[in-house]
C-alpha cells in the first residue's frame, strides 16, 4: 500500500469509530509507545542487529575472564554493582530479562528477607540513545575527519559513527585481543571495511594517531582497566600528544574527575576549553537526562 492509499485506509478508520471512542483513539495514539518500532531510522536497525549479534557472543554481563581487574574493582565497589552493557542492553530488553530470572535491578540486603535495595549498573559503553546524541548533536560535521575510539572495547562508538557520521576513518584502540576479534567480526559482517579500524594496541603507543585526530572518544576508558600509576601515566601521555588545536575530545566522565586522584602534571586550563552542551535538544522519549550529562566535550587550545 502507497502512503495515499495508506492515509485514505487510517482516515476510514478514524471516521468509522463511534464518536464516544474517537476522542480516545485519537489520545492513545498521539501517546502510544506502540508505534516505536515504526520509527526507527534504518541506521538506528543496524546498530541493533549488531547489538543483538553481540549478545550472542557473550555473556550476560558482557565481560571477559581476562578482565580481571576490571571485575576486581566492580566487586569492591561500597554498594553491590553489576556490568550492564548499555549498547547491548536497553531498559525493554533488561526488563525482559528481569522478568524471566536472568537478570535483576535489585540485591537482598538482608539474605532471606523481602527488604531489597536498587543495584548499581555500570557501563562501558555508550547506549544507542547515547550515540545518537554525541553524533547528532554533541559533535559537529565530520565529513572528512578523523575520529579515535580509546578503548573501544565492542565498537559501539565506532559503529555508531559509521552510520550517523560522515567521519573518514573511525579508528579503535583496544588493549584486549577478544574484543578485538568481536569488533573485526561486525566490521566484516556489516561491510564497515572503508572506513573502520581496529588496533590491537596500547593507547601509549600510538603518538602519531593521537596527533592526527581530530577526536578522540574516551568512555570510562582507564579507571576499571589500569592501575592508578597506569592511569597517570596515559593520561600524561594523552595530553602530551593530542595537541590539534580545535580539535575535539569527548569524555565519560569529566576530565576533572578523571583525574583528580592522580598524580599527574596535567594543567587542564592550559590545554582544554569545555564546550558547553545543551541536553535539551535530544527530543526523542528514550532520553535518560542523567546519562547525558554525564558526557562532556573539550576542544583543544
Given amino acids: 500500500m502507497d502512503f495515499v492509499g495508506a492515509r485514505s485506509a487510517v482516515l476510514a478508520v478514524l471516521r468509522g469509530v463511534s464518536a464516544g471512542d474517537r476522542s480516545r483513539l485519537l489520545h492513545w495514539m498521539r501517546t502510544t509507545n506502540d508505534f516505536d518500532?515504526?520509527?526507527?531510522?534504518?541506521?538506528?536497525?543496524?546498530?541493533?542487529?549488531?547489538?543483538?549479534?553481540?549478545?550472542?557472543?557473550?555473556p550476560i554481563e558482557a565481560m571477559l575472564n581476562s578482565e580481571h581487574l576490571a571485575i576486581k574493582k566492580i566487586l569492591d565497589q561500597r554498594e553491590p554493582?553489576?556490568?550492564?552493557?548499555?549498547?547491548?542492553?536497553?531498559?525493554?530488553?533488561?526488563?525482559?530479562?528481569?522478568?524471566?530470572?536472568?537478570?535483576?535491578?535489585?540485591?537482598?540486603?538482608v539474605c532471606g528477607s523481602h527488604k531489597t535495595a536498587p543495584l548499581e549498573?555500570?557501563?562501558?559503553?555508550?547506549?544507542?540513545?547515547?550515540?545518537?546524541?554525541?553524533?547528532?548533536?554533541?559533535?559537529?560535521?565530520?565529513?572528512?575527519?578523523?575520529l579515535v575510539d580509546v578503548g573501544s572495547r565492542l565498537g559501539a562508538v565506532l559503529f555508531g559513527g559509521y552510520l550517523y557520521s560522515s567521519a573518514s576513518q573511525l579508528y579503535g584502540v583496544e588493549m584486549n585481543s577478544d574484543f578485538c576479534q568481536l569488533q573485526e567480526m561486525i566490521?566484516?559482517?556489516?561491510?564497515?571495511?572503508?572506513?573502520?579500524?581496529?588496533?590491537?594496541?596500547?593507547?601509549?603507543?600510538?603518538?602519531?594517531?593521537?596527533?592526527?585526530a581530530d577526536v578522540v572518544v574516551m568512555n570510562n576508558v582507564f579507571e576499571y582497566f589500569l592501575d592508578r600509576l597506569e592511569q597517570a601515566r596515559a593520561w600524561e601521555f594523552i595530553s602530551h600528544n593530542m595537541r590539534k588545536k580545535g580539535s575535539l575530545l569527548v569524555t565519560v566522565p569529566s576530565l576533572e574527575e578523571s583525574i583528580s586522584n592522580l598524580q599527574t602534571d596535567i594543567l587542564l586550563s592550559q590545554w582544554v576549553e569545555e564546550m558547553k552542551l545543551d541536553y535539551d535538544v535530544y527530543m526523542e522519549k528514550d532520553i535518560d537526562r542523567e546519562a547525558l550529562e554525564q558526557i562532556h566535550l573539550y576542544k583543544i587550545i
Fill in 37 to 58: 518500532e515504526f520509527m526507527l531510522s534504518n541506521n538506528d536497525v543496524v546498530l541493533r542487529s549488531i547489538a543483538e549479534d553481540l549478545r550472542n557472543c557473550l
Fill in 81 to 109: 554493582t553489576v556490568h550492564v552493557d548499555a549498547f547491548l542492553y536497553d531498559d525493554d530488553i533488561i526488563d525482559s530479562l528481569c522478568e524471566k530470572g536472568k537478570m535483576s535491578r535489585n540485591y537482598c540486603v
Fill in 121 to 146: 549498573f555500570i557501563s562501558h559503553s555508550f547506549s544507542l540513545m547515547e550515540l545518537k546524541f554525541l553524533y547528532q548533536y554533541a559533535l559537529p560535521d565530520l565529513t572528512g575527519k578523523i
Fill in 187 to 212: 566490521i566484516t559482517k556489516y561491510q564497515f571495511t572503508d572506513r573502520v579500524k581496529v588496533l590491537h594496541s596500547d593507547i601509549c603507543t600510538q603518538a602519531s594517531l593521537l596527533q592526527n
